[in-house]
T-cell receptor, first 110, second 119 residues
């Protein structure tokens, strides 16, 4: 399973755009990149998934360069409710168990 | 997205008793479910992979006789913590792989978790 590296924590203010970058140098050809959000005492919530280039949904955008060795989760105009831990995972579309790293703890301040 | 439920959401039990946690996929069929454990301020750790109709696959260090997993149908997996002890107190989270059924994004969806406290 490809290992991921992401910042331990990030701080932001309401209304700002937040970009969280994840490194996955050993990503395999069949691997997708998936991001989850977790609030305290809750299960992770699926945010977005992509394979290459750019993916956008109503919540976030995911940018993946051509070499796929990294990816960037972009959260537009964050609010206080976006304070959470964000996990970047790499795997075979979820068919296999996911290996969670330490995640990025995002703190949004007013 | 697809919905996965867990029951109970929290449970308190005495040391030595057994506790059963249910994980259900509500709007899709899941041939594969996963069980994770999360201690405070830590990340999720995979305990086992549950496949419908077959024995679960446990991660190294997880006692299969202590954490019994049953995946009897395509929408239900259960985790039974047998003879629970205080060190088993944790947050237990299940997930289910949606596959291509139900028109959902093909990925893993997580339940809300079950907080277990063993006194």
């Amino acid at each position: 399973l490809a290992k991921t590296t992401q910042p331990i924590s990030m701080d932001s203010y309401e209304g700002q755009e937040v970009n969280i970058t994840c490194s996955h140098n050993n990503i395999a050809t069949n691997d997708y990149i998936t991001w989850y959000q977790q609030f305290p005492s809750q299960g992770p919530r699926f945010i977005i998934q992509g394979y290459k280039t750019k993916v956008t949904n109503e919540v976030a955008s995911l940018f993946i360069p051509a070499d796929r060795k990294s990816s960037t989760l972009s959260l537009p105009r964050v609010s206080l409710s976006d304070t959470a831990v964000y996990y970047c995972l790499v795997g075979d579309t979820g068919r296999r168990a996911l290996t969670f790293g330490s995640g990025t703890r995002l703190q949004v301040q007013p | 997205g697809a919905v996965v439920s867990q029951h109970p959401s929290r449970v308190i039990c005495k040391s030595g008793t057994s506790v059963k946690i249910e994980c259900r996929s509500l709007d899709f069929q899941a041939t594969t479910m996963f069980w994770y454990r999360q201690f405070p301020k830590q990340s999720l750790m995979l305990m086992a992979t549950s496949n419908e109709g077959s024995k679960a696959t446990y991660e190294q260090g997880v006692e299969k006789d202590k954490f019994l997993i049953n995946h009897a149908s395509l929408t239900l997996s259960t985790l039974t913590v047998t003879s629970a002890h205080p060190e088993d107190s944790s947050f237990y989270i299940c997930s289910a792989w949606s596959g291509t059924s139900g028109g959902h994004q093909e990925t893993q969806y997580f339940g809300p978790g079950t907080r277990l406290l063993v006194l």
